[in-house]
Each structure stands twice: as structure tokens, then as C-alpha cells.
T-cell receptor, first 111, second 114 residues
């Protein structure tokens, strides 16, 4: 079992819809969780971080964390074609030394 | 805002040659991380430094070495290059504040080994 898992997609949503991206992790003691957006051939761009159970909202993005279920999700409201990218879920080890990524979910937003 | 700077952006080397990649972290960031991303793959952690000391090591080949200097910039040295080393190499930096280690990635160096 991979330490961090995501559905590779592609996830296709129409413009203006809500895109829901999911991620599970195996290390119960993990404390720091991140979502990165990566366009093809570019570097990962940090879009959300979350450390506590519950929801965290930033503009059109909402991250959700459920430590009991070892589950992290990202909701993108009012999806735009420019949101089409690969979304990487990342979990940081407790020493703060490294990120483990979940393989990424490719999102396609169709006009 | 200032971002992570990496140089060179593109590098072409032949098998068995040596390459040096440089990374300049965001000002005031004290921790540097190196990642390798092959085609269609996740970034894979290689090595990290906190306050110029190696803090963790991932799947870094013995042919690779790295260090962080007094001005916090870091260099990744890669020797006896192999075709399989062709990849994007990212440097990231963060402030080491438990547990909020938000890592910001540089633009990457695309290494091609022929």
C-alpha cells in the first residue's frame, strides 16, 4: 500500500461546477497536509495547507481533513478551464524533512 | 514576492559526466529540499538540509551529493550520470516551524542525459 494515494483520474468537470479531489494516507501520526497544483512541465505550486480536522477555505478552494479516517480532500468551486492541471496531495513527515506525494489527480475543466 | 531560484534551468550532459545544480531559497528560509520528478511520476524526495546540516535523506543515489552553504543556498552534485537520471529536479525551501513546514518549489532544472 502506498503511503499516500489519490485517484489518478482524469476527473472531468464542466466549467462552473465543483471539482472534488480526494486523498488517503497511511501514517496515522502525520500532522501536515498540502495540496499542490502542477501544470505540465512546471513546478508544483502550493495552493492549500491544512493541519487540523475540519475545513479550511481560501477563495474558491476548500481543504478538508479527517484524521480519524486518514482522509484529505480538496474542493474547487466555480471550476475554470485554467484550473485544468494535476493536483498533488502531499503529506509531510513529522520531522518536517520530506513530502510524500500521492501520485496526483489530473483535473480537466471543460468550457 | 521572492521565490526559489534554480540554475541552470536546462542542462544537457552525456553519460558518465558530472552535473551541478544550484538552488537559492526564499530569503529567510532556513530549510532546503531536493526532489526528482521523472516523466509521469510524482516528485520523489532526495535530500534536505536545515541550517546547513543534512536533515533527512530519501532515495538519493550514492553518485549524488549535496550541501547547503553559509548563505543557505544549496548545490546538488551528480556524478557518473546515467540515462535514467534524466528528469526534472526541483528545489524547495521552507521556514522550519513545527508543524507548518510549507514547502515552496523552484521552477526546476530539466536534466537530459544523452
Amino acid at each position: 500500500q502506498k503511503e499516500v494515494e489519490q485517484n489518478s483520474g482524469p476527473l472531468s468537470v464542466p466549467e462552473g461546477a465543483i471539482a472534488s479531489l480526494n486523498c488517503t494516507y497511511s501514517d496515522r501520526v502525520s500532522q501536515s497536509f498540502f495540496w499542490y497544483r502542477q501544470y505540465s512541465g512546471k513546478s508544483p505550486e502550493l495552493i492549500m495547507s491544512i493541519y487540523s480536522n475540519g475545513d479550511k477555505e481560501d477563495g474558491r478552494f476548500t481543504a478538508q481533513l479527517n484524521k480519524a479516517s486518514q482522509y484529505v480532500s480538496l474542493l474547487i468551486r466555480d471550476s475554470q478551464p485554467s484550473d485544468s492541471a494535476t493536483y498533488l496531495c502531499a503529506v509531510c513527515n513529522n520531522a518536517g524533512n520530506m513530502l510524500t506525494f500521492g501520485g496526483g489527480t489530473r483535473l480537466m475543466v471543460k468550457p | 514576492a521572492a521565490g526559489v531560484i534554480q540554475s541552470p534551468r536546462h542542462l544537457i550532459k552525456e553519460k558518465r559526466e558530472t552535473a551541478t545544480l544550484k538552488c537559492y531559497p526564499i530569503p529567510r528560509h532556513d530549510t532546503v529540499y531536493w526532489y526528482q520528478q521523472g516523466p509521469g511520476q510524482d516528485p520523489q524526495f532526495l535530500i534536505s538540509f536545515y541550517e546547513k546540516m543534512q536533515s533527512d535523506k530519501g532515495s538519493i543515489p550514492d553518485r549524488f551529493s549535496a550541501q547547503q552553504f553559509s548563505d543557505y543556498h544549496s548545490e546538488l552534485n551528480m556524478s557518473s550520470l546515467e540515462l535514467g537520471d534524466s528528469a526534472l529536479y526541483f528545489c524547495a525551501s521552507s521556514l522550519f516551524i513545527l508543524p507548518y513546514y510549507e514547502q515552496y518549489f523552484g521552477p526546476g532544472t530539466r536534466l537530459t542525459v544523452t
